[in-house]
């Protein structure tokens, strides 16, 4: 195996407490040691196949590594800490990136690209001594046909892979990248520490204070013997659901997401015997002024109450809608100074959601009850290995799949069996489905 390095020297350096969202990752992190290299990001650029460009050179791949690092200081922030062992942020100005090349028939190319991204994904990062990013690449008769990216997790979330990914194939094609107005991890931890900072993590902490006082303190029932391994991963793919989400979004006048989040908490509360769903929403924060573009980590849990009670389906999407944009307005804090809070207040949040799905999401505008119910058949369930940790008790993602929604759901078994899971996911299909019938009266013999 081949090698090159990529020689950078940046701007400026520089030494910052951890941003909040890398506090935020950090804390993710340590949950998961030793598996933290689950949280590891990747992709391949099919030179090539992708339209990008032919005759590819290693030089233009290693000008296009030079233009993201020096361009994105993230990728040459490492972790210091203090002598109490506290982690801070380290802003490298100089030093290399190695990139691993592989040499191959060109027919072997994409299987080539395939098993060097999984042998770069697999190690967990030396935080403080590894530069958040692993390169690689397919060489096939002297010219560079796959690229492969590793990000580390501290380095950015996903949604700043959106302009990473973006930069990587404009500057692979030759192209210039556009200037850069995005706020830096330096600097936005020499914002958060301000006083305006410091006002705006308060209005959001007292939010969550407020909300957390009128909720139990415990989330789930009764405790039973956990299965091992511990943590169970189920797994839902529903077309039908798909379908029926973007019918009832269109005629409430809601977001895909709202209609989803209130299924996800309808039934959590009938499966907990609770009358009100609180999670933890991951909000990804790049609406806020400065975000936009940056690579980086943003995202934060917001809180979502929604009460649920008696009501129905359609009233639960109407909160669901208000109690998500809640939670979005108050999600940039002090990541510190909540984990004091929920001490103080004895209030288990082991739940979180995640709507991984962006933009992926069906028209709306095509789909009828009937084709629901005519997808009800294609629906798939099954289990992915279970895990021995994980990073809390319930969590729920809703990931992007072709034409159908995804639902994948970590549960510790000592508060979810492995059949309430199962029963969980499939209730989520039932009610949105029985919801976007009832719209034409279709339910009758369903």
């Not at 100089?94 to 072997?108: H, L, M, Q, T, Y």
């Not at 391994?229 to 269109?250: C, E, F, H, T």
């Not at 609406?287 to 573009?293: E, L, P, Q, T």
Request: aromatic share 8%; proline share 5%; net charge negative.
């Amino acid at each position: 195996m081949a090698g090159a390095f990529v020689y950078f020297n940046g701007s400026r350096d520089g030494q910052a407490p951890l941003s909040w969202g890398q506090r935020a990752i950090w804390g993710a992190i340590q949950r998961l040691v030793p598996r933290d290299n689950a949280l590891n990001m990747g992709w391949i650029t099919a030179i090539e196949d992708e339209g990008i460009g032919v005759n590819t050179t290693i030089d233009r791949l290693i000008e296009t590594v030079h233009s993201i690092v020096t361009r994105h200081e993230s990728l040459r922030t490492v972790v210091g800490f203090d002598d109490a062992g506290e982690p801070y942020q380290v802003l490298r100005r100089s030093g290399e990136v190695a990139i691993d090349i592989v040499d191959v028939p060109r027919e072997n190319a994409a299987e080539a690209a395939a098993a060097l991204k999984e042998r770069l994904l697999e190690p967990g990062f030396s935080y403080a001594t590894e530069l958040p990013l692993r390169v690689g690449a397919v060489r096939c008769g002297g010219y560079i046909t796959h690229a492969v990216f590793i990000v580390c997790h501290l380095a950015t979330d996903r949604g700043g892979l959106n302009p990473l990914v973006r930069d990587v194939l404009l500057a692979l094609a030759g192209k210039p990248l556009p200037p850069l107005d995005a706020a830096q991890p330096l600097d936005q931890a020499a914002y958060q520490g301000s006083a305006a900072g410091l006002r705006q993590s308060e209005k959001a902490l007292r939010y969550w204070e407020r909300q957390l006082q009128d909720v139990p303190t415990q989330r789930f029932g009764s405790v039973v013997a956990a299965q091992e391994p511990r943590y169970w991963n189920a797994i839902l793919n529903s077309p039908a659901m798909d379908k029926a989400v973007s019918l009832i979004a269109a005629r409430q006048r809601v977001s895909s997401a709202a209609v989803l989040l209130a299924a996800a908490s309808f039934v959590l509360t009938k499966l907990t015997d609770r009358a009100e769903s609180v999670v933890q929403v991951i909000v990804g924060n790049r609406f806020r002024s400065g975000y936009a573009d940056a690579v980086c980590p943003a995202a934060q849990d917001g809180l979502c109450v929604v009460h649920v009670g008696e009501s129905s389906f359609p009233e639960v999407v109407s909160r669901a809608m208000r109690a998500s944009m809640n939670a979005y307005v108050h999600s940039q804090y002090d990541p510190s100074a909540l984990d004091s809070l929920i001490d103080r207040l004895g209030v288990d949040l082991s739940c979180s959601y995640n709507d991984r799905r962006f933009d992926s999401q069906s028209p709306v505008t095509e789909t009828s009850p009937q084709e629901v119910r005519d997808a009800l058949p294609a629906t798939t369930f099954h289990w992915d290995p279970p895990l021995e940790k994980y990073g809390a008790r319930y969590f729920l993602h809703i990931n992007a799949a072709p034409q159908a929604i995804e639902l994948c759901l970590f549960a510790d078994t000592e508060v979810l069996a492995p059949e309430a899971m199962e029963r969980y996911l499939r209730g989520m299909e039932t009610v949105t489905v029985q919801a976007a019938l009832e719209l034409d009266g279709l339910l009758t013999g369903s």
